[in-house]
């Protein structure tokens, strides 16, 4: 019963709805006692020939009272204790979705996406029934039970309600056993699940690249082999949870047979009348339900508890970027300055991405980083965005180290262009309008001519209003790249970063998005990384790295003026290739 200690915050944040739902259980579980006794009543009335047409018809009207109360009642206590279960899941969905949207990439480097839907879906799901049907049946097993047998016990028969008991302590033990082994087998059933919801998603994102490959048929057979896992995980619960109801229908079974036998015993002596014994009986009859209920809450409560525990781990992770050093919430704009000395990935500390990576860039300039694939030009960008803490080093932008920027006013300056552009399965305008919801169409339109990308939109079937689908799928490489470099033009950012984002369009496009560039964003800061030298030619610093170093720096006329350089000789060969593809040889 721990996940209700655990739980014991929003039960006390809920307390008037709890509180009014359990006294309505607790009047219900009391209005229950009365038929039986009636019961009783008439039959030694019909016995004794004392049983007369009115009396009949006033106990008839006494049942049918306590039913219609009962129903009204039992209706009010769901809208409490149901009501308020579904605001604990709407909490911890809130709170999960929360501690997701701040925690650093660091966390999802680590977790699935899989897992963290199952968490948000099918963890809340258990929780939620902890939280409803769990104090449901707790409290109405304790509540109904000890009702009934204080019933029975004064009322009847204190001698044949302890008989009655002595089968109880059995299943105490029993569904106490039962429970630990529901506890371990649901958690694993859980995580099997978590393992599934994460394969569909990788299919799902995949799918293009399986059907390229042709590997649809290896792909659904590594999919049932998931889902039967699945299944097998929780027959295995299924198994453990079909014993409870045996184990006490079993046990009830030999209290019905105590009561019966004792109690006729009682009758014939002449201690116990047979409306009594009717009565004590029915009264056991009432007992069922809380001795069903205990067994099932075990099974609610070991689910709950294992979901919880789960939930729990992921909500006490703390963010590795936060804001504890942080003294400037305002506009970031200024010179930006590398001082950082070494840089690694926690996950590889050992192995250093970067290293002495020292140079100023001024403010309203432009900064070009090319070299090859894996040389670090990402990472730089990062750690600039704070997507990472520098260890051994800083960056500063205005002489403030950006530690002293808060993180909001920090991101707030960048407008980023990532390598993986990501479009939301929404219209054309509401991507480019991400960054800023309440744009103008004009201002809309304005950043897509600027991006080249808006003589394609007017082409598109609904235009700006057309759905570009889940990732932007219906959309070219390029078209992609130019809607999300007009997302990040649309905010007017202080520092635009184009990370490798002009890869996909031909140099004549590129060409023109870079010329607008200059031309828009004269006095603001712009960094851009680049395969393609041509994209960086315009820069006032070019930086090129090798193995996380800084091999070459300069203008581009100075970098060409070099000879035998990596820059030089990269861009020369990338002209004669641009050349030959166009047919100039």
């Not at 809920?14 to 038929?35: C, H, N, Q, S």
């Amino acid at each position: 019963m721990s996940v209700f200690k655990d739980l014991w915050w929003f039960f006390w944040q809920e307390r008037k709805a709890y509180g009014a739902g359990i006294l309505m259980l607790a009047i219900v579980a009391f209005l229950e006692l009365i038929p039986p006794k009636i019961i009783g009543n008439v039959i030694d009335q019909i016995e004794q020939g004392a049983l007369t047409t009115d009396l009949l018809l006033k106990y008839i009207m006494i049942l049918v009272g306590v039913g219609i109360v009962v129903y009204i009642i039992r209706y009010i206590w769901r809208i409490f204790i149901f009501g308020s279960s579904v605001k604990l899941a709407r909490q911890l969905r809130n709170e999960l979705y929360t501690h997701f949207t701040n925690m650093s990439p660091s966390f999802y480097a680590r977790k699935r996406t899989g897992d963290l839907m199952a968490h948000a879906t099918n963890d809340l799901q258990a929780i939620q029934a902890t939280a409803g049907a769990g104090v449901l049946t707790f409290v109405d097993s304790i509540m109904t039970g000890g009702f009934v047998l204080i019933a029975m016990g004064s009322m009847i028969s204190w001698k044949l309600t302890l008989i009655s008991l002595i089968p109880m302590p059995f299943m105490a033990l029993l569904t106490s056993y039962y429970g630990k082994l529901l506890h371990k087998h649901f958690h694993t059933a859980q995580a099997s699940f978590s393992s599934l919801n994460n394969k569909v998603q990788e299919s799902m994102n995949g799918i293009k690249v399986m059907k390229t490959l042709g590997q649809q048929r290896e792909d659904t057979e590594k999919f049932v082999s998931h889902s039967n896992v699945v299944v097998e995980k929780n027959l295995r619960v299924a198994k453990i949870d079909a014993l409870f109801d045996p184990t006490i229908s079993l046990i009830v079974g030999v209290s019905f047979f105590l009561s019966i036998a004792f109690g006729a015993r009682e009758v014939v002596n002449g201690a116990m009348t047979v409306g009594e014994l009717v009565s004590f009986t029915t009264y056991l009859g009432l007992l069922i339900w809380p001795m069903l209920a205990f067994g099932w809450l075990f099974n609610i409560v070991e689910r709950g508890r294992a979901s919880y525990d789960r939930v729990s781990s992921l909500l006490n992770e703390e963010a590795v970027i936060t804001d504890k050093h942080s003294k400037f919430n305002e506009t970031v704009r200024g010179d930006i300055k590398y001082e950082v000395s070494r840089f690694a990935y926690e996950e590889s500390s050992d192995k250093s991405i970067l290293n002495d990576i020292h140079f100023q860039l001024n403010q309203g300039k432009t900064l070009g980083i090319v070299g090859k694939t894996g040389a670090g030009k990402t990472t730089l960008l990062k750690l600039l965005m704070r997507e990472h803490e520098i260890e051994e080093g800083s960056i500063s932008i205005n002489d403030h180290n950006i530690k002293e920027y808060t993180l909001n006013s920090l991101r707030r300056t960048f407008g980023y262009v990532p390598q993986d552009h990501f479009l939301f399965s929404s219209t054309v305008a509401d991507n480019i309008a991400f960054g800023h919801p309440n744009a103008s169409y004009e201002e809309i339109i304005e950043a897509s001519k600027i991006a080249q990308v808006h003589d394609d939109i007017i082409g598109f079937p609904q235009k700006y209003e057309t759905v570009v689908g889940e990732k932007g799928v219906t959309l070219s490489g390029g078209q992609k790249q130019r809607i999300s470099i007009a997302r990040a033009l649309l905010i007017k950012p202080e520092i635009l970063i184009l990370d490798d984002s002009l890869s996909a369009v031909d140099g004549k496009t590129e060409a023109s998005i870079l010329s607008m560039l200059k031309r828009v964003r004269s006095h603001k800061t712009t960094i851009i990384t680049a395969h393609r030298l041509s994209a960086v030619r315009h820069a006032d610093l070019i930086l090129v790295l090798d193995e996380g170093k800084i091999s070459e720096r300069g203008t581009h006329d100075s970098l060409m003026s070099q000879q035998g350089c990596w820059y030089r000789e990269t861009f020369l060969r990338q002209q004669m290739e641009s050349l030959v593809e166009d047919g100039g040889f």
